[in-house]
């Protein structure tokens, strides 16, 4: 399976053509800790909160790209959300092509905004503080990890609390890995039969190789008995879609 999607890949590299404004050079300027990077790159190609980035370091002998998510912006590209590919440093050159994907969107008229990183770090989701909060809106984040530098203003929950700040909110942003999913819809199950009150959108992490070219059906997702492709129909999707 992933020999026939190398395949592809490489061959929809050289017979497809992909717009100049889409693709460039790139480079890996700073790395943390965390497992994050700060990424230089064409503003144009800096991906929105939820959107992705297609990256494949020019010295790597691994001919699959990774797809790089924004953490918070910078001056010349974005801080990239862990985690950093293995075997990337500072220095390296990077091809990549983006941004890609539907992202997040939140509401004009949204006052009460619900981040909840559901599984993992809410780097995905820190490029929506500066939205809402431009628009008024208060923050809660709900997340068992720790999140660094954050605004005194924003309320921090844990996972625990997810029901009840989703009673509070207008609008919910999660973030949660494909193998996740049957997980939050249980969990969502009397939010669900009441009816989710709240605009909420989840981010599907998963593998996105192909980046919407080969339709290759790595990222496939079910939405009632219909499958979607996370690469090009996500990664961003309507929560009650999925419920």
């Keep these: 399976m992933i020999f026939k999607i190398i395949t592809r890949l490489l061959w929809l590299s050289k017979h497809v053509n992909i ?6 050079k790139g480079s890996v300027e700073e790395t943390y800790l965390d497992g994050s990077a700060r990424i230089a790159c064409p503003p144009e190609l800096t991906p929105a909160p939820g959107q992705y980035l297609l990256a494949h370091a020019d010295a790597s002998s691994d001919p699959l790209p990774v797809s790089l998510f924004s ?13 950093l590919p293995h075997g990337w440093h500072p ?16 509401p004009h008229a949204a006052r009460k905004a619900a981040l909840i990183a559901f599984d993992d770090s809410p780097a995905r989701l820190r490029g929506l503080i500066s939205v809402a909060l431009k628009q008024g809106a208060e923050i809660v984040l709900v997340s068992d990890l720790a999140a660094e530098d954050l605004p005194e203003i924003i309320e921090v929950q844990p996972l625990k609390a997810m029901l009840d700040i989703l009673q509070w909110a207008d609008y919910a942003a999660v973030d949660a890995a494909r193998e996740n999913l049957n997980r939050l819809r249980g969990m969502l199950g009397e939010q669900n039969q ?42 961003v999707f309507n929560l009650k879609e999925f419920l």
Excluded: Y
Excluded at 19 to 24: E, G, Q
């Design 194 to 235: 009441a009816g989710l009150k709240c605009e909420a959108q989840v981010l599907v992490r998963t593998q996105m190789p192909c980046g919407a070219l080969a339709e290759c059906g790595v990222c496939a997702v079910m939405f009632h008995h219909e499958w979607r492709m996370a690469c090009k129909d996500g990664p």
């Design 71 to 83: 953490s918070d912006s910078t001056s010349n590209g974005f801080r990239s959300a862990p985690p």
């Design 19 to 24: 717009s100049p404004m889409k693709t460039a």
């Design 91 to 106: 220095g390296d050159l990077l091809t990549i092509r983006g941004p890609i994907g539907h992202g997040f969107s939140i």
